[in-house]
């Protein structure tokens, strides 16, 4: 999940700095936006549930991955234009990570010792995992005065996020890995088979 998280972060950070880099942003616009989209969502859900200090202050990978997605869109447009597609499918798979990692920290800091679901866990579980996985490309989106695109129609990316985070809290009590498991499967197949937007419609797109 470390290496996943990573990943994600890295992926979250090229998607952000890319769109600020489309925008004729400077290369300190660039990094910056990147950096917001990869980490935000996790500074609020911190911020929210008073975990400090925040995961990034304790490990300088994330804000080093950052950078150099940061300086990578700044300077080298074109590559990242022409492997779009492979970019948001990890984008997607940070998406399904960092939702289980949002349900995981804040039941971890708020609820350990729970045995079983409870309202109050579950609601508050879901929507800082739902939070971790969006909440970046929120604030980059109302940064760059754009409507965020996790609210546009035709996106599913809320929905996507919402039954990663809320499969993963109810089956994390019964077994962890399955809980993983099927937490990002479902996260995948609404983002890249169901989403218009996704792999899968291109794919057929492509071979019409």
């Given amino acids: 999940m470390y290496f996943l998280d990573l990943l994600g972060t890295l992926a979250f950070a090229i998607g952000g700095a890319y769109k600020a880099r489309a925008g004729k942003l400077n290369i300190f616009g660039v990094i910056f936006l990147g950096a917001i989209t990869a980490v935000g969502g996790g500074t609020v859900r911190d911020l929210i549930i008073g975990r400090t200090p925040l995961f990034y202050l304790r490990d300088p990978n994330y804000l080093a991955l950052c950078l150099v997605a940061g300086l990578a869109a700044y300077l080298l447009p074109a590559f ?16 399904a990570t960092f939702v289980i990692i949002g349900v995981s920290v804040c039941y971890n800091h708020l609820f350990t010792g729970l045995n079983s679901p409870d309202l109050i866990s579950a609601l508050s579980c879901i929507f800082l995992g ?3 996985g969006v909440g970046g490309g929120i604030l980059r989106d109302a940064i760059m005065g754009d409507t965020p695109f996790a609210f546009k129609s035709g996106s599913n990316y809320v929905m996507s996020a919402f039954w990663g985070a809320t499969l993963f809290y109810f089956l994390m009590f019964f077994n962890n890995l399955l809980a993983v498991l099927i937490s990002m499967a479902a ?5 890249e088979v169901i989403s218009s937007y996704g792999l899968y419609k291109k794919m057929i797109l492509k071979n019409k």
Avoid at 80 to 95: A, N, P, T
Avoid at 187 to 191: A, G, K, N, P
């Fill in 80 to 95: 990242f234009k022409k492997r779009y597609s492979i970019f948001r499918f990890i984008d997607s798979i940070g998406l």
């Fill in 187 to 191: 996260t995948l197949i609404l983002r």
């Fill in 130 to 132: 739902m939070l971790t």
